[in-house]
């Protein structure tokens, strides 16, 4: 248990449905993380949330929305997706740059049929 | 753009025995992380290595940063079945202030067999 719970932990979802992840910390960290992990890629960073704010979105297709109401929280709005974004989505959270690493959810499995 | 290189990508070493897993990357950076992953589970911090000579051990895992060489090393020693998982580095391409964006190597799948 590393502090950061995602919600599902598998989530199977048509191409035309809508669903969300959660991301919750507890840690009082201010920064948190989307990465994507496919099976054949290395860890993909997809946003970034320091603050509250936005600040790196690294050419995510607009499919994928996130949220983040607070520094605790975290969303990612799933729309229209395709087969191929089919993959383990991790939450991550961190300090803001305090010399310390980044705690990682348990991630959730996302299969797009 | 950051590449960050593991090597090797699969590695099948027997009980008792010492290997070592390098990762290289392309850009000048001083912060560099070792994360472990056991399948179906998430990422657990193993290290985090914050300047040219760092060294940090922890049981049979001994990692090390030289960042004139851009090269870290992930040595096992004597390993045990327990230590078989996949194995990440990890670098942040910026110095200063801000949050922090990490990028990862594809990770060695480590296999240790009796």
């Known amino acids: 248990e590393t502090g950061v719970t995602q919600t599902p932990r598998h989530l199977v979802m048509g191409m035309t449905n809508k669903k969300s992840l959660k991301c919750e910390q507890h840690?009082?960290?201010?920064?948190m993380y989307w990465y994507k992990q496919s099976a054949k890629k290395p860890l993909e960073l997809m946003f970034v949330?320091?603050?509250?704010?936005?600040?790196e979105n690294n050419s995510v297709p607009s499919r994928f929305s996130p949220e983040c109401p607070n520094s605790s929280h975290l969303f990612l709005h799933l729309h229209t997706l395709q087969p191929e974004d089919s993959a383990l989505y991790l939450c991550a959270s961190s300090q803001e740059r305090l010399n310390t690493e980044a705690f990682f959810g348990q991630g959730t499995r996302l299969t797009v049929v | 753009e950051l590449k960050v290189e593991q090597n090797p990508l699969f590695l099948s070493m027997q009980e008792g025995k010492n290997y070592t897993i390098y990762c290289n990357y392309s850009?000048?950076?001083?912060?560099l992380y070792w994360y472990r992953q056991d399948p179906g589970k998430s990422l657990e911090s193993l290290f985090v290595?914050?300047?040219?000579?760092a060294v940090k051990q922890e049981g049979r895992l001994m990692a090390s940063l030289d960042t004139k060489a851009r090269l870290s090393t992930l040595h096992i020693t004597a390993a045990v079945h327990d230590l078989s998982a996949t194995y990440f580095c990890a670098v942040d391409p910026y110095s200063g202030a801000g949050s922090y964006q990490l990028t990862f190597g594809k990770g060695t799948k480590l296999s240790v067999i009796p």
């Open positions: 850009t000048t950076s001083d912060r």
């Open positions: 840690l009082g960290h201010n920064a």
């Open positions: 949330y320091n603050f509250k704010e936005q600040t």
């Open positions: 290595l914050l300047s040219n000579g």
